[in-house]
């Protein structure tokens, strides 16, 4: 690791700061209710704030959500289409995303993360052509795995879903695109910076501290000279002009997101983004990093997956410094607010 990446690890480091916010409740679709800007801190309270909104405005809320209560899940390993209640896929997808020994809080805002992430999917659109609103394949929409009577889920899982039963993240009114990722490597980044396109106003780059000490902050992989024209020759169909002998100077003008990750970079004179940069070399991150040591290229890469929405390191640990759901959720997805679906 080269003195200057050092310096600029430790910098980077440095700025991280804690954010908490009010809670903020209001109602799915409708901007009725502004309950409080005082911080909840007991689930009871919160508890009790959703059942005000609920009776409030039940007929509306209800209207809303008939057709959420039943998914279509396509569960991709015995490719059928099955239809589940919302909170029991949640329930699999908070098992499959997130460690069941992470904070309770952590584990709220990621089922709350995964359920808006799910009712966007359904009121904007599937993308799955054979009828489902969502599928089982990480790669593709969440992560899910079965409990069972055998192997029931552990009992945080249950109780992360229970205690936010119906909840979703709103902005305006609307349920937002509720991305998330592993690790960012200490900020996440703005949605426009990963996949270009349009700006969105609660996918915005803000601090994640204590990420550092997740397996997945860090990854670095070693290439010789050859085997670094070897990746970016097979990447490129042999179509880049790489110099062997070069080594580093092969990669030019990298330009990055204030918050550090490619936005893109000339290699063997093609101009690439940072999430080809990524592909090219099967990297955890785009927050990528180059250095050379004698016949060596080494490259560092800062947090694991796209660094849009929330952070799951980060997210637990705002837990472990005392952060309740609501509070992680509203440092991650920018100007949201908390809503209940029925
Ligand atoms: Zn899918």
């Known amino acids: ?26 109602t799915a679709k409708h901007s009725v209710v502004n309950t409080t800007t005082k911080t909840a801190k007991s689930a009871s309270m919160i508890s009790g704030l959703f059942n005000l909104i609920k009776n409030a405005n039940k007929d509306k809320f209800c209207e809303t959500a008939a057709n959420e209560n039943t998914i279509k899940v396509f569960f991709h390993k ?9 909170e029991e896929y949640i329930k699999g997808v908070l098992y499959g995303e997130m460690p069941s020994s992470y904070s309770l809080e952590a584990l709220k805002a990621q089922a709350v993360a995964a359920r808006t992430y799910t009712v966007y999917r359904i009121r904007n659109g599937s993308t799955h052509r054979n009828g489902a609103d969502i599928c089982t394949d990480y ?5 899910w795995t079965a ?68 397996y997945d902050f860090c990854q670095v992989k070693t290439y010789s000279y050859d085997e670094f024209a070897a990746a970016v020759d097979s990447y490129f169909d042999n179509d880049a002009d790489i110099d062997v002998e070069v080594g580093i100077k092969n990669i030019q003008n ?35 990093y180059f250095s050379q040591d004698g016949s060596t290229i080494s490259i560092v890469a800062l947090g694991y997956g796209h660094g849009v929405g929330m952070s799951q390191c980060g997210a637990q640990a705002m837990a472990e ?22």
Request: aromatic letters at 8%; hydrophobic letters at 40%.
């Open 139 to 143: 790669t593709h929409c969440q992560a």
């Open 1 to 26: 690791m080269s003195t200057n990446f050092k310096r600029f690890l430790a910098t980077l480091l440095s700025l991280i700061c804690c954010i908490t916010t009010g809670t903020h409740i209001v």
């Open 78 to 86: 015995e490719a059928a289409i099955k239809e589940v209640s919302l």
């Open 254 to 288: 990298i330009k990055r997101s204030p918050a550090g990750r490619i936005i893109s970079a000339e290699i063997g004179g093609i101009t690439s983004t940072g999430l080809q940069i990524r592909a090219m070399f099967s990297l955890r991150s785009s927050n990528v």
């Open 147 to 214: 409990g069972s009577a055998e192997t029931p889920y552990p009992e945080a899982i249950e109780r992360a879903v229970e205690e936010t039963k119906n909840t979703i993240c709103t902005y305006n009114g609307e349920c937002i695109n509720a991305m998330y990722f592993s690790n960012s490597g200490g900020a996440t980044e703005a949605i426009e910076n990963v996949w270009g396109g349009r700006e969105i106003p609660y996918l915005k780059s803000v601090a994640s501290p204590g990420e550092s000490v997740f």
């Open 321 to 342: 410094n005392g952060a309740d759901w609501v509070e992680i959720l509203k440092h991650y997805y920018t100007g949201i607010d908390i809503s209940l679906l029925c």
